[in-house]
């Protein structure tokens, strides 16, 4: 799990727990045995499955995770997670001074899995599909920038009028509303999609036997338990690549953990956070954490009467300490979060500070504050308890409600909720204001139905800012809106995490092991 857009959720919002597959995977135990291991086959353990192999359709972060291996993006992902030319459809990229217009040069000779040409056409085609209100895009505010796009996503107007077109046979044009100086890192989370498949075939285009894609593998088997891929040569495979992927859904993170021990998996995604340090200390390298852009925060519904001044939300921020539920509840698996820049200075509690708003509002132990915090059944409903233990400190009681995943996606679409701690997964994109743009207004995480104009216009500022130094210093400006304002508010900020066989090499330099035709086979 990636947001809201026209109240749905989205993959970068909420990571629904929802797998596409329990128990044992069925590759590991078919005909009631172990099976033999195929030589030069990468064998995955995720925590979830896909809810669609359409990039343009899908709403969970574990599908991102596997477009990245049949699909080829815009722009692709380096070292450090910066934007490059390997595994992409773009051979470069340039933008005008301020950064409004930005070319793509398309690499030469690519093709789809079917043997047809993959081309400027394809990448214009498919953004103009992306913007059109019938396909309902769950990203399709991250590209609100683009000329007329926001406006033909909400308005239903026609696709073929935004900002993008083709120039020649290999060039992209983009034109934005305003500048965007991290505008190709966007584009390293767009794929492309076959258009002229899915105008003979329509949605059916996915199903194994029609399905067309641009990337070095393909999904050979997709059931509700297991997906195969295997090589695309087509697409860019070549040696040493794996030959093949067998992935399996394994909803529980011990059972994962079981598997990677016992040899049956080479890759096991995010471990159980109590076990991060014994896992640590036991696997040594095997065991990889990397900072990844995972957002843990209460949304508050600004337009409920008890959380309607900002005053009583800065009061409820300031009155728990993050250190513990990160040191003491989770072990240092987590990073405590008291802001959304998260190499700045932390904030400090002020549990005397808070309880002197709360008095000053009229609140006290005869007259608390009551609402409602609901959590999904998993390691947040720890983190809920001991943030509402503290709270009683400033006469506020919370009454903690746990609910399935899908049953809060539900109350937070529809607004219905006081408060909630919700996840945000930003995939790979680890610039901040990738991250507060989700909660400004028309973002992709706007539960909490707040709205500052100057905060939107200070993310407008950012974006145009191409030199380090100042885009920091104008981050922390439109940072401060929502630090005043707490329509959200942080709690946590998480790794990624996988645990790694030593026969599986290769990948990029700090960055988690998910682009899989980076990696090799031992």
Not at 28 to 42: I, P, R
Not at 303 to 311: A, G, H, T, V, Y
Not at 355 to 362: D, Q, R, T, V, W
Request: charged content about 25%; overall charge positive; aromatic content about 10%.
């Amino acid at each position: 799990m990636g947001k809201y857009n026209n109240l749905k959720m989205s993959r970068r919002n909420m990571v629904l727990s929802l797998g596409f597959g329990l128990g044992l995977p069925s590759f590991l135990s078919a005909c009631g045995g172990k099976k033999q291991v195929e030589k030069g086959v990468l064998r995955v353990a995720l925590n979830g499955g896909p809810d669609s192999l359409d990039p343009l359709r899908a709403e969970f972060a574990i599908a991102d995770l596997l477009f990245r291996q049949f699909l080829l993006p815009v722009v692709g992902y380096g070292d450090d997670g910066k934007p490059s030319n390997q595994f992409s459809i773009a051979q470069s990229w340039s933008a005008n001074p301020d950064f409004t217009l930005w070319t793509f040069k398309i690499k030469p000779n690519l093709k789809w899995s079917d043997g047809s040409p993959l081309g400027a056409n394809d990448v214009v085609e498919s953004l103009q599909k992306s913007a059109d209100y019938k396909t309902a895009y769950p990203n399709a505010p991250e590209l609100y920038n683009i000329k007329n796009y926001q406006n033909v996503n909400l308005k239903k107007g026609d696709p073929k009028t935004i900002g993008v077109k083709q120039i020649g046979a290999d060039i992209v044009e983009i034109n934005l509303e305003g500048p965007d100086a991290g505008f190709a890192g966007r584009m390293q989370e767009f794929y492309p999609i076959p258009v002229a498949a899915i105008n003979k075939y329509g949605e059916q285009w996915t199903n194994i036997d029609k399905i067309v894609v641009s990337g070095p593998f393909i999904p050979k088997i997709y059931t509700q338990t297991r997906i195969r891929f295997e090589k695309n040569e087509l697409g860019g495979w070549a040696a040493p690549m794996p030959i093949a992927i067998n992935i399996e859904a394994v909803d529980d993170p011990a059972t994962r953990i079981r598997m990677f021990e016992a040899g049956d998996i080479d890759l096991a995604q995010d471990p159980a956070l109590l076990r991060y340090s014994i896992l640590e200390s036991k696997l040594g390298d095997k065991f990889k954490r990397v900072n990844a852009p995972r957002f843990i925060y209460m949304s508050m519904n600004t337009k409920k009467p008890q959380l309607s001044n900002p005053l009583v939300r800065k009061a409820l921020s300031m009155a728990f300490n993050r250190n513990i539920v990160s040191h003491n509840i989770f072990r240092d698996a987590v990073h405590p979060a008291t802001r959304f820049l998260r190499d700045q200075p932390p904030i400090k509690p002020d549990v005397a500070g808070a309880k002197a708003i709360m008095e000053k509002l009229g609140y006290s132990a005869t007259n608390p504050l009551r609402f409602e915090l609901i959590v999904t059944k998993d390691e947040r409903e720890r983190a809920a308890v001991e943030i509402a233990n503290e709270w009683k400190q400033i006469w506020v009681e919370a009454t903690i409600g746990t609910v399935e995943s899908s049953a809060i996606s539900a109350r937070l679409n529809g607004f219905d909720f006081d408060c909630a701690i919700v996840r945000v997964d930003k995939g790979m994109k680890s610039d901040p204001v990738d991250l507060m743009g989700s909660f400004a207004t028309g973002g992709n995480a706007y539960s909490h139905q707040w709205h500052n104009k100057d905060f939107d216009a200070a993310l407008e500022k950012v974006r145009g800012i191409g030199d380090p130094v100042k885009r920091l210093e104008a981050l922390k400006v439109a940072e401060k809106y929502l630090l005043d304002e707490v329509p959200i508010m942080p709690i946590w900020f998480g790794d990624g995490a996988w645990l790694q066989s030593e026969k599986v090499t290769g990948g990029y330099k700090n960055m988690q092991p998910i682009i899989w035709p980076s990696l090799k086979m031992g």
